[in-house]
């Protein structure tokens, strides 16, 4: 696969910005701004991590839907509301884990246990 | 000098207004401290002694509840509380409705009190002092404070959850696995409704007071053991109560003061519960971004914090579908 943008890659780009809030912006301010700050940057690093990890991650979860024989989360979500995994939550929550623990490995890896 | 002559001797228009309400002839150093998202919170001193005044912030209709009642209630019950001084929940006198309270030392950030050399020895006794603080909480019986929400929580929020209409599998296996696993026997009694750090004054000693009781409720009281222990209310730390206690600590220091001992697995109902209660917080507070409610870079970060939730889930769940 080959991008058609120029560097800095949009990876680099969100680096360049949260170093510079890092650097600079984080010296001028303090309390409730300063914690503002830090939130900020750590979405910047979600987006960055999404970028890098996206795309199979993608695919696995749309392969663990096909398997559960529904196209959408909502479908799926129906179904379960609905009674029809009634007797198999132990394999559904197996099944679903590893596209769980994608979400968390993009939004707080440190999570993970 | 322009406030000379003023009456009450150079006090502004509110602090004048809290020396009325409270027979006071002099309310000094009244300063704002950042509140929860319904209540403006003020430190002020009353002829030498320090208060804590709460008061609806402007544009919330919803008032203060049954909060002064509850507060009684739980003080005269033995739970450690901030005296009530001034129930204001009817008045104008200062425009909205408050209330003043005696002023409690303690911290109230829970990382502090996890980390610092300052609370090594409260956070040997914090999670019993939880458990008999909560004890007493449940011997106040629905009759005490008429009027109080009795809502069965699940289906509370169960219609949350579908007035945001976003999908999430694990969720729906919760409700359904809660559902069909509810508590035996249940009690009903007072609910604290929101006990854990954060909403806790605790000093080097230990607990010194539990706050923010606008949450309470009538409902079977292992609630509030079981809020106590969900994973994000343990701020990291290792241990299941408040990340700094036992299970035994909180049941024993119950038992002591109830004579009655938590049933393990009605609590363990309520930590899924919490935990889904808590995923489904969050996704409400994404929502409220961006839904354009209150546009805040803040709450659209709380959104990817609803997949800590289903991890968590699917943990508890695993185990208790073997």
């Known amino acids: ?113 | 000098m322009a406030k000379l002559g003023m009456a009450g001797g150079g006090m502004s228009e509110l602090e004048q207004g809290i020396a009325r309400v409270m027979n006071a002839s002099e309310v000094t150093n009244l300063r704002r401290l950042s509140g929860g998202a319904s209540r403006e919170t003020w430190m002020l001193s009353a002829d030498g002694g320090d208060y804590v005044m709460q008061r609806v912030r402007a544009g919330r209709p919803d008032g203060l509840g049954l909060e002064p009642q509850v507060l009684i209630a739980a003080h005269r019950a033995g739970v450690p509380v901030a005296e009530l001084v001034v129930d204001g929940s009817h008045s104008t006198e200062l425009e909205r409705p408050f209330m003043i309270v005696r002023a409690v030392q303690g911290e109230s950030i829970a990382r502090k009190i996890q980390r610092d050399e300052e609370f090594t020895e409260a956070r040997g006794v914090l999670a019993s002092q939880l458990g008999a603080a909560a004890a007493r909480t449940h011997q106040i019986s629905a009759d005490e404070v008429p009027g109080l929400n009795q809502s069965d929580q699940l289906t509370m929020y169960r219609n949350v959850m579908d007035e945001m209409g976003e999908p999430h599998p694990v969720f729906e296996i919760a409700f359904r696995w809660l559902d069909a696993h509810r508590p035996a026997h249940v009690r009903q009694t007072l609910v604290h409704g929101d006990l854990r750090l954060g909403n806790v004054l605790v000093s080097s000693q230990g607990l010194t007071a539990v706050l923010d009781w606008e949450l309470a409720h009538i409902g079977d009281p292992m609630e509030d053991l079981g809020w106590l222990c969900v994973r994000a209310w343990r701020f990291g730390g290792a241990q299941p109560v408040a990340g700094i206690g036992s299970y035994e600590q909180l049941f024993d220091a119950y038992e002591a003061v109830s004579g009655l001992r938590p049933d393990f697995d009605a609590v363990r109902w309520w930590e899924v519960l919490g935990t889904l209660k808590w995923g489904i917080i969050c996704i409400n507070q994404a929502t409220t971004h961006l839904r354009g409610i209150s546009r805040s870079h803040e709450l659209a970060a709380i959104g990817r914090r609803v997949c800590e939730n289903e991890y968590d889930l699917i943990e508890y769940l695993t185990e208790m579908v073997k």
């Open chain 1, 1 to 113: 696969m080959t991008a058609p943008h120029d560097r800095p890659t949009a990876s680099e780009l969100l680096q360049a910005v949260k170093e510079w809030m890092e650097q600079d912006l984080m010296a001028g301010v303090d309390g409730r701004l300063a914690f503002h700050v830090r939130v900020a940057m750590n979405m910047l690093d979600i987006v960055d991590r999404e970028i890098a990890l996206g795309a199979p991650m993608e695919a696995r979860h749309e392969e663990v839907l096909r398997g559960l024989g529904v196209s959408s989360d909502a479908e799926l979500s129906h179904k379960i509301r609905t009674g029809e995994f009634d007797a198999d939550f132990s394999r559904l929550l197996e099944v679903l884990r590893p596209v769980v623990e994608d979400k968390v490995r993009v939004a707080n890896p440190k999570y993970l246990r």
